[in-house]
T-cell receptor
Framework: DVKVTQSSRYLVKRTGEKVFLECVQD?????MFWYRQDPGLGLRLIYF???????EKGDIPEGYSVSREKKERFSLILESASTNQTSMYLC????????????FGPGTRLTVL | KQEVTQIPAALSVPEGENLVLNCSFT??????LQWFRQDPGKGLTSLLL?????REQTSGRLNASLDKSSGRSTLYIAASQPGDSATYLC?????????FGPGTRLSVLP
């Protein structure tokens, strides 16, 4: 079974803090994705990576950065958290072959106070 | 612009009913379409993946159909159960770009 894990289920941070969200997959997937999900706005792509040290901006990259030093790990970084970054963050992974499916982690509910 | 819509936004049915969820997409140049289930506060669980060359995929009580030319997919759930209550999302794969629908919130009443 494919497993995508995320470092925290719930996280509470203060405005201005640096926040790290980590995602690990165990199926040797080339592609990894970070989404945020908000009521009424659905899932929106923040960043994705198709290889180690490679990254591409998604629809809403502002205020975020990412790091992919190892194939199995993809980190999302909020350099200076703001209240409008309170959201559910979802990580996903897939093989590079576009005919393959995406697998999601359990999500991290981040609250920025 | 590639857009995905889902109708209805919410659905409430009594246990045992068969039901259909709809997904429409504007750009038919797709690789595949994936149906997910999401329980409140949780991640997405993959239900069915249907390739662009396929018309149908089945898994247990679930059947997904795809009509690429008309930009539509349906998810059929047979003999619904209270445990099927969740939000169902479809996601269209355009290569490296996945576009998600807003979801249909399903409630199955005992």
């Amino acid at each position: 079974d494919v497993k995508v894990t995320q470092s925290s289920r719930y996280l509470v941070k203060r405005t201005g803090e640096k926040v790290f969200l980590e995602c690990v997959q165990d199926m040797d997937h080339e592609n990894m994705f970070w989404y945020r999900q908000d009521p009424g706005l659905g899932l929106r792509l923040i960043y994705f990576s198709y290889d180690v040290k490679m990254k591409e901006k998604g629809d809403i990259p502002e205020g975020y950065s990412v790091s992919r030093e190892k194939k199995e790990r993809f980190s999302l970084i909020l350099e200076s958290a703001s209240t409008n970054q309170t959201s559910m963050y979802l990580c996903a992974s897939s093989f590079s072959n576009p005919y393959n499916e995406q697998f999601f982690g359990p999500g991290t509910r981040l609250t920025v106070l | 612009k590639q857009e995905v819509t889902q109708i209805p936004a919410a659905l409430s049915v009594p246990e045992g009913e068969n039901l259909v969820l709809n997904c429409s997409f504007t750009d038919s140049a797709i690789y595949n379409l994936q149906w997910f289930r999401q329980d409140p506060g949780k991640g997405l669980t993959s239900l069915l993946l249907i390739q662009s060359s396929q018309r149908e995929q089945t898994s247990g009580r679930l059947n997904a159909s795809l009509d690429k030319s008309s930009g539509r997919s349906t998810l059929y759930i047979a003999a619904s159960q209270p445990g099927d209550s969740a939000t169902y999302l479809c996601a269209v794969n355009y290569g490296q770009n996945f576009v998600f629908g807003p979801g249909t919130r399903l409630s199955v009443l005992p």
